[in-house]
């Protein structure tokens, strides 16, 4: 019997969960996607200073939904990395404060595996599976022999695929975050941008700078001859190569790994195309497929509490020099 109090805090969403024994009893989640959007993306400064702000009231509102003080709670729970160093700070000082006034253990969580360990909310995992890890800050194909055991067999080499969603929809005037924007507007359009295809090898890895930088080149070059863009084609024409890139490594991995589940994870599994494409791909055959619930895509503290209780089994927990990990990389989970 464990009561783990879980704060997510390593972008623009405060949230705080509450799980007892595999019950989640409150996610509370403060976005701050609003105050971002007149900058077009996260401005990094102001998401620390919300975090600050909002931490107290999203605590006091997790606890009253799960009916907890904080005397109850067994052990605090906090994302460690990736994400913004500031932004992961705030909630990690929070964590060290509550545990400190209570005396309990901290959990160290890993924001992606956390995102992977979210579709335990759906239904179990089944191992081997590869884990498609597509967000704002990362795009990464992770092989997971068994639970908790995490190899990164491919990853982004520059941008990340949500970052890339993010900056297109910028260049065509689309507000922030750009993936919502852009999937809706692609559902309206027609594939007649031609775009190219980056990184020519045989890994599976992916590149998306390039492809942001063709769209706003072509853009330009457009706009210079006095073209109208038709936004929705190139939203269009963009998403199907973004997302095509994702299905091409999925191929290759699928030839070379043994693999009894595909799971998806982070915000832009969100994307209704690569949802549909992955269900094509995939049913039918004797591959399990995970889509997550939407709810599930967004950054939210259920995600962290939830693997916290897989690493409290573990017997994970870290002392209060502890320090927060921007680029903290999966397969390291263990190491902080
Ligand atoms: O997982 P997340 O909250 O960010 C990180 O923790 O890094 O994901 C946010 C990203 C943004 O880049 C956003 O544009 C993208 O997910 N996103 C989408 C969709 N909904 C959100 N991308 C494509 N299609 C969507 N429907």
């Known amino acids: 019997m464990a009561i783990i109090l ?13 799980i007892k024994d595999g019950e989640l009893l409150s996610n509370v989640v403060a976005t701050q996607i609003e105050m971002h959007q007149k900058y077009g993306g996260v401005f990094p400064e102001l998401a620390s200073r919300l975090h600050c702000e909002n931490a107290i009231f999203v605590l006091n509102e997790a606890l009253e939904k799960a009916n907890i003080t904080l005397d109850q709670v067994d052990a605090f729970a906090f994302t460690r990395g990736p994400g913004l160093i500031g932004a992961l700070h705030i909630g990690m000082q929070v964590a060290k404060t509550l545990a400190i006034l209570y005396n309990k253990p901290l959990i160290p969580v890993h924001h992606l595996a956390a995102h992977i360990y979210a579709n335990e909310f ?18 990464e194909f992770v092989y997971m022999k068994e639970d908790m055991d995490f190899e990164i067999i491919g990853e982004t080499k520059d941008d990340a695929i949500g970052e890339c969603f993010d900056k297109v929809a910028r260049t065509l005037g689309l507000p922030y975050p750009g993936g919502i924007p852009i999937d809706k507007l692609s559902k309206e359009g027609q594939h007649t941008y031609k775009l190219p295809v980056p990184l020519h090898d045989d890994s599976l890895n992916f590149s998306y700078s390039g492809l942001k930088t063709a769209v706003l080149n072509l853009v330009n070059n457009e706009t210079a001859k006095g073209n109208e863009i038709r936004v929705a084609d190139l939203c269009k024409s963009f998403q199907d190569v973004a997302i095509g890139m994702i299905m091409d490594r999925l191929e290759r991995a699928l030839k ?34 995970i889509v997550p619930p939407i709810w599930c895509t967004t950054d939210n503290a259920a995600m962290i509490v939830r693997l916290a209780e897989h690493l409290w089994k573990m017997g994970i927990t870290c002392d209060m020099s502890v320090s927060s990990d921007p680029n903290w990389r999966i397969d390291k989970y263990k190491t902080f």
């Open 6 to 18: 879980g704060i997510e805090s390593s972008c623009d969403e405060t949230s705080i969960a509450i």
């Open 122 to 139: 759906v239904k179990p995992l089944i191992f081997p599976a590869l884990s498609i890890v597509v967000s704002g800050g990362n795009t």
């Open 256 to 289: 070379r790994y043994e693999i009894k589940q595909v799971v998806l994870a982070g915000g832009v599994s969100a994307n209704s195309y690569l949802r549909e494409q992955m269900h094509k791909r995939l049913d039918g055959t004797d591959i399990d497929l």
